[in-house]
């Protein structure tokens, strides 16, 4: 049995959907360029010589921005994958939409929320431990070409 819904300011909906999944994708594509941003930190700072217990949390920041770059990789191509779905709808009259495309839409909108969580939380702890290895080691900072870690993009 499909379920449809017919409205007249489905219209209207779909076209703000249509944008809020462009916002998505350029959400997406900015997450992609901190990604690379902070695997600079990594490198930067994953010098020889740094204590044992941060060398295991570079390295464990390293793969889990590894994994979220998949991660967004996977949304953009869901997020695409929307953009081209609704589109056809908007501007019918009474275009009808099934269930099964509003679980994906919901499923897609909280993984990305669930990812920028993510990349928060990996930003905090990455600069904490930047910052507290500076403190420790003033000396290491003097490698840091900070013209370069800010003209990242």
Known sequence: MKFTTE???LDEELQELFIQSSHWTSDLN?????VRFL??????????????DDAF???????????????INILK?????LL??????IGRKNPKIGLGFLEKLTTLENKIR????????????????????L??????ASHVNKSELTAIK
Do not use: C, W, Y
Not at 39 to 52: A, C, D, M, R, S
């Open 84 to 89: 081209k779905t609704i589109g056809p709808f």
């Open 30 to 34: 900015f997450a992609e360029g901190e």
């Open 39 to 52: 695997n600079k930190i990594v490198q930067t700072f994953f010098l020889p010589g740094i204590e044992k």
């Open 57 to 71: 949390k570079m390295d464990a920041f390293s793969t889990r921005l590894a994994e979220q770059l998949t991660v």
């Open 114 to 133: 669930q990812t920028a969580e993510e990349m928060k939380e990996i930003k905090k702890g990455l600069f904490g431990l930047v910052e507290k290895m």
């Open 7 to 9: 409205d007249e300011s």
């Open 135 to 140: 403190k420790q080691h003033p000396s290491n």
């Open 77 to 81: 191509a869901g997020s695409a994958a």
